[in-house]
């Protein structure tokens, strides 16, 4: 069964600090997906960044970025220059192709930036 | 345009009563889920739509919980007998057709059973 891990449950940086998420996953499967959606304290969850198994190439998106590796079963995610807006409960959650798509999330990392 | 909608945003209700969850998806967006987000966890799959058949029903907890689609658009999930443990916050979400797309997901039914 599938299983993903977010070991960090709260962090707490201070404004422009660099900031990284851990994210481990467990899968049987050779095809499936990984997600990270950010929850703010309105709560509505937002779509940051979806990879396929196939597709370890990191990604960079302005201060965001991503580092996925199979060998560790990782899809970490970095904020570079952290703001207080950053601040919000982060989830890494994955869904296997076979397996009707649904998503299986983490227990989500709290992120407090300080100003 | 639209985002998924959820309604009520807030329901409290006895325990032993029977509530209605709605969710209205992105219009064109053909896979449905509910989640359930207990307070300080990741939400947990309930039950997920491909056009109007219930795909997978393997996470509702148990047959108190149900939850329909009938024409294959606005989903309803239906809790009977409700039970103080029921208390969570509901999410709906909807993706579009093809390969596993990102689920967008509406605000949320928060329900506490008192």
């Known amino acids: 069964a599938q299983k993903v891990t977010q070991a960090q449950t709260e962090i707490s940086v201070v404004e422009k600090e660099d900031v990284t998420l851990d994210c481990v996953y467990e899968?049987?499967?050779?095809?499936?997906?990984l997600f990270w959606y950010k929850q703010p304290p309105s709560g509505e969850l937002v779509f940051l960044i979806r990879?396929?198994?196939?597709?370890?190439q990191n990604e960079i998106s302005g201060r965001y970025s991503w580092n996925f590796q199979k060998s560790t079963s990782s899809f970490n995610f970095t904020i570079t220059a952290s703001q207080v807006v950053d601040s919000a409960v982060y989830f890494c959650?994955?869904?296997?192709?076979?397996?009707?798509?649904?998503?299986?999330f983490g227990g989500g990392t709290r992120l407090m930036v300080k100003p | 345009g639209a985002g998924v909608s959820q309604t009520p945003s807030n329901k409290v209700t006895e325990k032993g009563k029977y509530v209605e969850l709605r969710c209205d998806p992105i219009?064109?967006?053909?896979?449905l889920y509910w989640y359930r987000q207990s307070l300080g966890q990741g939400p947990e799959f309930l039950i997920y739509?491909?056009?109007?058949?219930?795909?997978?029903d393997s996470g509702l907890p148990n047959d108190r919980f149900f939850a329909v689609r009938p024409e294959g658009s606005v989903s309803t999930l239906k809790i009977q007998r409700t039970e103080r443990g029921d208390s969570a916050v509901y999410l709906c979400?909807?993706?579009?057709?093809?390969?596993?797309?990102?689920?967008?997901f509406g605000p949320g039914t928060r329900l506490t059973v008192t």
């Open positions: 979400a909807s993706s579009p057709p093809g390969e596993p797309y990102e689920q967008y």
């Open positions: 899968t049987r499967d050779t095809t499936y997906y």
């Open positions: 990879r396929n198994s196939f597709d370890e």
């Open positions: 959650a994955l869904s296997e192709v076979y397996a009707g798509n649904m998503l299986t």
């Open positions: 219009s064109g967006h053909t896979a």
């Open positions: 739509f491909q056009g109007t058949g219930a795909a997978d």
